[in-house]
């Protein structure tokens, strides 16, 4: 039996945050390879992940990264809350944020194949299954290039936000309050042009059958329908939305008192709970 040191059993819980006897047990099967301690681990977590595979993973983080011209978002799923606050669950998604950010790929698939210190994100959070014994699923990924982006992370990070600017050089502090806005008020499109058929169609007939349930005459039901959606478009547009640091003006008109240029490209925003 190979002879397991405690600086060796350290060093390997460092590599995969797994308990110290986990890591023990893996050195020794492995007879101190590294390599082959960090593989059974992985099976490890393979097996629960398997043997969990019909759980609901509800819960997680939510997290949120730019910098300079380029942003990225993720949802990191769990089952329990009590995970979602593990030092090694959350410092997992952080590190996923950062590849995310480094590498921009394609889409969520093109993210689990990058890798962290040689290892594909997928089988690190295969890796992290075994340790936590939850059921563990990177769920989401979106990002922003534009020439300047912002991001807000919610305080109990299961919701965040990505907002690309125009313009490059502008304050921090008004990308900060726009993707604030985002979290707060979950606009559905950046403007009314950018709502889709389907919605627009749907909020007419809503306006529709509001106004004949109200007995309006039918001569005007479809007048009192296009009112109700200019409303919908003033409330649920961002760019037409209010402004929630100062409800006088209109997102679009903080954008132009910063400067008569700026507006914003494109948002994301995403909630664990959703």
Known sequence: MAQITATEVNKLRKMTGAGMMDCKKALVEAEGDFDKAQQIIREKGMAVANKR?????????????????????????????????????????????????????????????????????????????????????????DKIENEQVAAYIHSDKKLATLVGLTKSGIDEQVGKDVAMQIAAMDPVALSKDQVSEKDIEKELEIGRNQALAEGKPANLVDKIAQGKLGKFFKENTLLSQSFIKDNKMTVEQYLKDTDKDLTVSAFKRFSIKQ
Do not use: H, M, Q, W
């Open 53 to 141: 595979s019909d759980r609901e993973a509800s819960e997680g983080v939510v997290l949120a990264k730019s910098v300079g011209s380029k942003g990225a978002i993720i949802a990191l799923n769990c089952e329990t809350d009590f995970v979602a606050k593990n030092e090694d669950f959350v410092k997992l998604a952080e590190t996923i944020l950062d590849v995310a950010i480094e590498g921009l790929p394609a889409d969520l698939e093109g993210l689990n194949n990058l890798e962290i210190d040689g290892i594909k994100i997928s089988e690190k959070v295969i890796e992290l299954t075994g340790v936590v014994g939850e059921k563990i699923d990177l769920k989401y990924f």
